[in-house]
């Protein structure tokens, strides 16, 4: 210790920053960018850098013909962190139709050979090396857009939460028991005791409803040990979830996400064009069924609707992946499937008014895959218990939880959204790790 | 399982609710209101329920005599889970200026006896008892207007960030090596690997900004696995990160926190000041340092100050809890002190530009304790190298975090701030636990 960064806190002061997004703001005048040297092309006495930072991208032109040039122009190399001065200048061949008439760089901190090229339209690199060399991929500005997009997603889902009465919440997610079912955990030396982290927290937003908040969310991590590698697994990812007391069963569930989900939409159709358009992606096209109103349809009509149109013969309480996908196609991107079988859902899951060997419970596939689970959930103390006991569970196990029940408990459901899940699904994207800053997975801990 | 609750979808379908709140609104009309039986009161014909519903509580008058009553009326009891049907009668006496005359009650879920009261001014309840019975403490209005507001400081956490170009990221909670040092970590079996719980998103935060997003923030769930039990200790709490590229020191850092926690106080007085009447706060009079400029003290100066007024004499370096209470006491209530010595923060702390032996770093005490602390960054690879050899650790045991540096690293900075001890330290409440809806700790686990 004792000696000091290279960059010392002189080489920003004073200097007022201008965002490359907002250079247009200044046409003519002389302005300092802060940012990463993306591209570097040199043609003669003329040297032309494109500046990233977090705004977008900006060409800098340097002529030293003109006078304008220096060491760290001729030195400056690809990634490396920059400030740069120079005046704006409108050009209509370039992104934002301005350029900046470079007159000073200096490079901050400079970049390391780079492992692969991240200046190319798309980047041509193994999922492995880009996850190992995580700083540099998300620097490319797709993996930027998509992030901006999640971002937007998640708060897009808290605001619509916020006007529609919940309350934010965190529950715990070291845990004493499961909630979900004995497999896939994670185990937790908490101070000498066994503990667990948390698959979801369904216990706890139940109890949270059973406070007296009524209408909770909560944004936070979650966890499976699941021991698979495939594009839809992580094992670790962000959970949307809603608990909403005083409903009378899934359909309120469904109508509130549906309505959340418009609103969603329209805000990153208003809100994120460019994001989008850097994506190709066009969300009125991928998933049409947003606009309106999601399908609803129980899981033996779209196991029958398989089997007619696609010869599909699936087990009994079952979609494999590719039902799911033929039936976002076949539904216009997305659909509610109602219904599940009693076996194929949790204890606490409420049995369907009619069909007793059906559930009051719901799944929303959205290109392709399931992004949500939700349903109405058992709120009275004495059939939690018999379904627990039903599936060979003690009661005893989860006495904090079947106790709450025991206090004045309205009827209740909720949802569980992927937030990796519903971003890929929106954007199409491949593989959930493309959501994911930085995964865990069944070979991946680090970085 | 295959029985029903007793609670049927019927008990809702059909009825417009209409919540606590919002009674006055229909004055003269019938409404029926779901929600908790508060306190009931029988005299003679009469039979007096407070409703309590996420809204607030209100009166429910029944006059038997008038022939309004029934059995449910006789028997509902004590936090029973009830749907009432009545009258909106303007009456001066009551809370909100209205009650119901009621006529009708349905009684959705029974409560079973209490194992202490919550329909008094205020819990008279030991903590342990109220933390094992949380859905039951949880319910007493001043615990409501707690996590009203918690939930407002962090989602004015999240709107300042969102308008001074912060995104929000999420970085991995099971890691694989320790950020904060090697102590206090909780060891998790990570498919037969060890790993361990994050103790702060500090190195993630820190590779996002070099990511390019340059200022990102984040709420979520921190772990330290510290075998103590005092008020001020909680094993999981909520941070709330801020990672800022492109900084000139510490200063900035708490020039935003400032303008943060303005907004902040500006916000709660102005959108909660009925959750802030029943706690019994006054922000202005409780923090007047929040309403300007926040005092800025180094360390050593404190220190003298506590030596001078009150002959306090501590080792270097350090402040305790009573030199933290009385330092706010002296100063409006919140002070940054800063200038800490570099042995006493962490391997990533920036030196200060003038004293190598101190850090360019702060803390921000308020209303006694320590809510946040942060500094500028060590930003260059090779000074962070030799930090961390000088503290005797393998600099290749970090290689994801040190190699992030070697590709355009801008000079940065941040915070993190414990959301249960903000909300703490504004409310005046003497126990973590208070702000914390399901608290760990080295005797709890469940619920």
């Given at each position: 210790?004792?000696?000091?960064?290279?960059?010392?806190?002189?080489?920003?002061?004073?200097?007022?920053?201008?965002?490359?997004?907002?250079?247009?703001?200044?046409?003519?005048?002389?302005?300092?960018?802060?940012?990463?040297?993306?591209?570097?092309?040199?043609?003669?006495?003329?040297?032309?850098?494109?500046?990233?930072?977090?705004?977008?991208?900006?060409?800098?032109?340097?002529?030293?013909?003109?006078?304008?040039?220096?060491?760290?122009?001729?030195?400056?190399?690809?990634?490396?962190?920059?400030?740069?001065?120079?005046?704006?200048?409108?050009?209509?061949?370039?992104?934002?139709?301005?350029?900046?008439?470079?007159a000073g760089?200096?490079?901050?901190?400079?970049?390391?050979?780079?492992?692969?090229?991240?200046?190319?339209?798309?980047?041509?690199?193994?999922?492995?090396?880009?996850?190992?060399?995580?700083?540099?991929?998300?620097?490319?500005?797709?993996?930027?857009?998509?992030?901006?997009?999640?971002?937007?997603?998640?708060?897009?889902?808290?605001?619509?939460?916020?006007?529609?009465?919940?309350?934010?919440?965190?529950?715990?997610?070291?845990?004493?028991?499961?909630?979900?079912?004995?497999?896939?955990?994670?185990?937790?030396?908490?101070?000498?005791?066994?503990a667990?982290?948390?698959?979801?927290?369904?216990?706890?937003?139940?109890?949270?409803?059973?406070?007296?908040?009524?209408?909770?969310?909560?944004?936070?991590?979650?966890?499976?040990?699941?021991?698979?590698?495939?594009?839809?697994?992580?094992?670790?990812?962000?959970?949307?979830?809603?608990?909403?007391?005083?409903?009378?069963?899934?359909?309120?569930v469904?109508?509130?996400?549906?309505?959340?989900?418009?609103?969603?939409?329209?805000?990153?159709?208003?809100?994120?064009?460019?994001?989008?358009?850097?994506?190709?992606?066009?969300?009125?096209?991928?998933?049409?069924?947003?606009?309106?109103?999601?399908?609803?349809?129980?899981?033996?009509?779209?196991?029958?609707l398989?089997?007619?149109?696609?010869?599909?013969?699936?087990?009994?309480?079952?979609?494999?992946?590719?039902?799911?996908?033929?039936?976002?196609?076949?539904?216009?991107?997305?659909v509610?499937v109602?219904d599940?079988?009693?076996?194929?859902?949790?204890?606490?899951?409420?049995?369907?008014?009619?069909?007793?060997?059906?559930?009051?419970?719901?799944?929303?596939l959205?290109?392709?895959?399931?992004?949500?689970?939700?349903?109405?959930?058992?709120?009275?103390r004495?059939?939690?218990?018999a379904?627990?006991?039903?599936?060979?569970?003690?009661?005893?196990?989860?006495?904090?939880?079947?106790?709450?029940?025991?206090?004045?408990?309205?009827?209740?459901?909720?949802?569980?959204?992927?937030?990796?899940?519903?971003t890929?699904?929106?954007?199409?994207?491949?593989?959930?790790?493309?959501?994911?800053?930085?995964?865990?997975?069944?070979?991946?801990?680090?970085?």
């Open positions: 210790m004792g000696q000091h960064d290279a960059t010392g806190p002189q080489c920003l002061g004073g200097e007022q920053r201008i965002l490359a997004a907002e250079a247009g703001l200044h046409e003519g005048r002389v302005i300092t960018l802060f940012g990463w040297a993306y591209r570097v092309r040199r043609m003669g006495a003329l040297t032309f850098v494109l500046l990233r930072d977090r705004s977008g991208i900006i060409q800098v032109v340097f002529d030293r013909s003109a006078g304008a040039g220096c060491d760290a122009v001729d030195e400056v190399g690809v990634e490396d962190a920059i400030t740069v001065t120079g005046a704006v200048r409108a050009e209509a061949r370039a992104q934002g139709g301005f350029e900046l008439v470079g760089l200096r490079v901050i901190s400079r970049a390391a050979t780079l492992p692969f090229e991240i200046n190319l339209p798309q980047l041509k690199v193994g999922q492995d090396l880009a996850l190992d060399h995580r700083v540099l991929s998300l620097r490319h500005p797709r993996s930027q857009a998509v992030f901006r997009i999640k971002a937007a997603i998640i708060q897009a889902f808290r605001d619509f939460s916020v006007r529609h009465g919940f309350i934010e919440v965190q529950t715990p997610k070291i845990v004493a028991t499961a909630t979900e079912g004995g497999a896939n955990l994670f185990p937790v030396d908490y101070l000498g005791r066994r667990y982290l948390a698959q979801s927290p369904q216990f706890y937003k139940q109890m949270l409803v059973l406070s007296g908040f009524e209408r909770v969310f909560e944004v936070g991590p979650v966890y499976r040990a699941e021991p698979h590698n495939t594009s839809r697994h992580i094992n670790e990812f962000t959970s949307l979830d809603w608990e909403v007391g005083w409903i009378s069963g899934a359909t309120e469904m109508d509130l996400e549906e309505a959340m989900l418009r609103e969603l939409v329209a805000k990153l159709r208003a809100e994120h064009a460019a994001d989008l358009a850097v994506l190709g992606v066009d969300l009125e096209t991928r998933m049409p069924a947003l606009g309106g109103r999601i399908p609803r349809m129980a899981l033996s009509d779209a196991q029958q398989l089997a007619q149109r696609h010869g599909k013969q699936l087990p009994p309480g079952d979609l494999d992946p590719e039902g799911e996908r033929l039936l976002c196609e076949a539904l216009g991107g997305a509610f109602t599940y079988p009693v076996e194929t859902r949790p204890a606490y899951a409420y049995p369907h008014p009619d069909r007793p060997a059906l559930t009051d419970s719901f799944d929303l959205m290109g392709g895959i399931e992004v949500t689970t939700g349903g109405r959930r058992l709120s009275e004495a059939a939690l218990e379904s627990l006991v039903a599936r060979g569970l003690d009661p005893q196990a989860f006495a904090y939880y079947v106790e709450s029940f025991g206090y004045g408990s309205p009827p209740h459901g909720g949802l569980a959204i992927g937030a990796e899940r519903l890929v699904a929106l954007l199409g994207l491949g593989n959930l790790r493309e959501a994911t800053f930085f995964p865990r997975d069944i070979d991946r801990l680090t970085p």
